[in-house]
C-alpha cells in the first residue's frame, strides 16, 4: 500500500473512527467506575469530554505562534487541581529557545516547570526542569524573565532536554476571588518564518495521540480514586508508584484521601500547620475534579484557615453550613476526594480525620464529642 493510499484512508475516516471508538471507551470505563448517584455518573462523562477538550486544543490548533498565548481558567480540572493555584501551560518544541517575562502581582508563590512525555502514558510526565519562588529573580517592582531553552544553566533558567514538551507554571493566589493574577509572557526566540499549511499525516498522528492519552489518564486517575477509596476518610501520603506518573512541583509533599457522608454527617480533618512555605486542604469530586471553588468554599490555605490558640486547625466538611470555622461546602456532593499539600515544611504533621454526627459539631470549633 502506498503512502498516498494511507492518506486517504486516514482523509475517509479511519483516524476519525479510531478516535472516537475511544472516546466511547473511556466513557464506559468512567461509567463501570462510577457510583450509582446520578450526580457522579453525569460528572464523569462531563470530566471525559472536559480531557477530550482540553487534549484537542493543541491538535485543532494553528501552527505555534511565536507568542504562545495563556488563557485564564483553561486548565484540566484533573488528578485535584489546586484552587489556589492559577495554571498556564504552552506546547514547547524542543530545541527551540523561549524566553518567559512576567509580573509577580498579587501571587505569594510562584512555580514554572518544563516537562516530557504526557499524562496517560507509559513514561508517565516527568518534570525536566523547575523554579519556583526560591529561585525566580526578581526586580523592585515583582518583575522577572526566565529563559528557556537547550544550553539553558539550571537553576538559573530551565534547560530543555530532547523529549522536553510542556511548558506549566503554578501560580499561587491565596485570596483566589479577589487577588491580581501575574502577567505572563511566553516568547518563542526561534519562531518559524511563517507558518506552514496543516500536515495531513501530523493531524493524524495527532489526532491518534489525543486518543490514546484521554485513555490512558482517565484509566491512571481512576486507579488513583480506587487507591485513595482503599482508606477512605484516611490522609496518607500518595503512593509514590502514583505520583511518579504525574510529577508536579518537587517542593511539594502531597497527601490525599476520600470522604463519603450524609446529609447529617461531617467529616472532621485534624492539622497542626508545621512551619512551611505553604499549604493548603481541599476536596473535590470522586473523578478529583476541584469544585467551583469560586462559587463554594471548598479549599482553605494558610492565609485563610482559622487556628485556635494551640495552633491546631480543625476542617469540617459537610453537606451544609454546621456554623463552625472552616467549613468546606461539598456543593451537593454525598462523596469525593481530599488533597493536603505541604510546600518547603519543615517537618509533616500527622493528620487525622473522622466522621461525625453534625450534631456533635461544636460551633465555636472545639473539640467534637
Known amino acids: 500500500m502506498t503512502e498516498q493510499d494511507t492518506a486517504l484512508r486516514?482523509?475517509?475516516?479511519?483516524?476519525?473512527?479510531?478516535?472516537?471508538?475511544?472516546?466511547?471507551?473511556?466513557?464506559?470505563?468512567?461509567?463501570?467506575?462510577?457510583?450509582?448517584?446520578?450526580?457522579?455518573?453525569?460528572?464523569?462523562?462531563?470530566?471525559?469530554a472536559r480531557l477530550a477538550r482540553g487534549f484537542l486544543r493543541d491538535v485543532v490548533a494553528d501552527p505555534q505562534p511565536a507568542r504562545l498565548p495563556f488563557v485564564q481558567g483553561e486548565f484540566l480540572k484533573i488528578g485535584l487541581?489546586?484552587?489556589d493555584y492559577a495554571y498556564f501551560g504552552a506546547k514547547l518544541v524542543a530545541g527551540k529557545r523561549y524566553?518567559?517575562?512576567?509580573?509577580?502581582?498579587?501571587?505569594?508563590?510562584?512555580?514554572?516547570?518544563?516537562?516530557?512525555?504526557?499524562?496517560?502514558?507509559?513514561?508517565?510526565?516527568?518534570c525536566d526542569g523547575y523554579l519556583d519562588s526560591e529561585n525566580v529573580?526578581?526586580?523592585?517592582?515583582?518583575?522577572?524573565e526566565i529563559r528557556i531553552g537547550p544550553d539553558e544553566d539550571?537553576?538559573?533558567?530551565?534547560?530543555?532536554?530532547?523529549?522536553t514538551n510542556n511548558f506549566n507554571s503554578r501560580i499561587t493566589l491565596l485570596h483566589?476571588?479577589?487577588?491580581?493574577?501575574?502577567?505572563?509572557?511566553?516568547?518563542?526566540?526561534?519562531?518559524?518564518?511563517?507558518?506552514?499549511?496543516?500536515?495531513?499525516?501530523?493531524?493524524?498522528?495527532?489526532?491518534?495521540?489525543?486518543?490514546?492519552?484521554?485513555?490512558?489518564?482517565?484509566?491512571?486517575?481512576l486507579g488513583w480514586t480506587k487507591s485513595f477509596e482503599a482508606h477512605r476518610h484516611e490522609i496518607r501520603e500518595i503512593d509514590p508508584a502514583l505520583s511518579a506518573s504525574a510529577q508536579g512541583d518537587p517542593r511539594t509533599r502531597y497527601f490525599y484521601g476520600y470522604w463519603e457522608i450524609g446529609e447529617d454527617e461531617a467529616f472532621v480533618v485534624d492539622l497542626v500547620p508545621p512551619r512551611c512555605d505553604y499549604w493548603n486542604l481541599q476536596i473535590g469530586n470522586h473523578w478529583l475534579e476541584s469544585f467551583d471553588f469560586m462559587q463554594f468554599h471548598t479549599h482553605v490555605n494558610a492565609a485563610t484557615a482559622i487556628a485556635d490558640d494551640a495552633g491546631r486547625v480543625r476542617v469540617v466538611i459537610a453537606r451544609r453550613d454546621p456554623g463552625v470555622p472552616n467549613w468546606l461546602d461539598t456543593a451537593g456532593h454525598a462523596r469525593g476526594g481530599l488533597a493536603l499539600r505541604w510546600v518547603g515544611a519543615e517537618s509533616i504533621p500527622h493528620t487525622t480525620g473522622r466522621v461525625v454526627p453534625l450534631r456533635a459539631l461544636d460551633p465555636n470549633g472545639g473539640a467534637t464529642r
Do not use: M
Open 10 to 48: 486516514r482523509a475517509n475516516g479511519e483516524v476519525w473512527d479510531a478516535f472516537c471508538e475511544r472516546l466511547k471507551r473511556t466513557g464506559h470505563a468512567v461509567l463501570a467506575a462510577a457510583p450509582a448517584d446520578p450526580l457522579d455518573r453525569a460528572e464523569g462523562l462531563r470530566y471525559v
Open 81 to 83: 487541581d489546586n484552587p
Open 99 to 126: 524566553v518567559l517575562r512576567g509580573h509577580l502581582g498579587d501571587a505569594a508563590r510562584i512555580g514554572f516547570g518544563i516537562y516530557s512525555g504526557a499524562l496517560g502514558t507509559p513514561t508517565g510526565l516527568v
Open 137 to 144: 529573580p526578581l526586580d523592585e517592582e515583582g518583575r522577572f
Open 154 to 163: 539550571p537553576g538559573k533558567g530551565l534547560r530543555t532536554g530532547p523529549g
Open 176 to 221: 483566589r476571588a479577589t487577588d491580581r493574577l501575574p502577567e505572563l509572557e511566553l516568547v518563542c526566540l526561534d519562531p518559524a518564518a511563517r507558518p506552514p499549511p496543516l500536515d495531513p499525516e501530523a493531524f493524524a498522528l495527532g489526532l491518534g495521540r489525543v486518543g490514546a492519552v484521554l485513555e490512558g489518564t482517565v484509566a491512571q486517575f
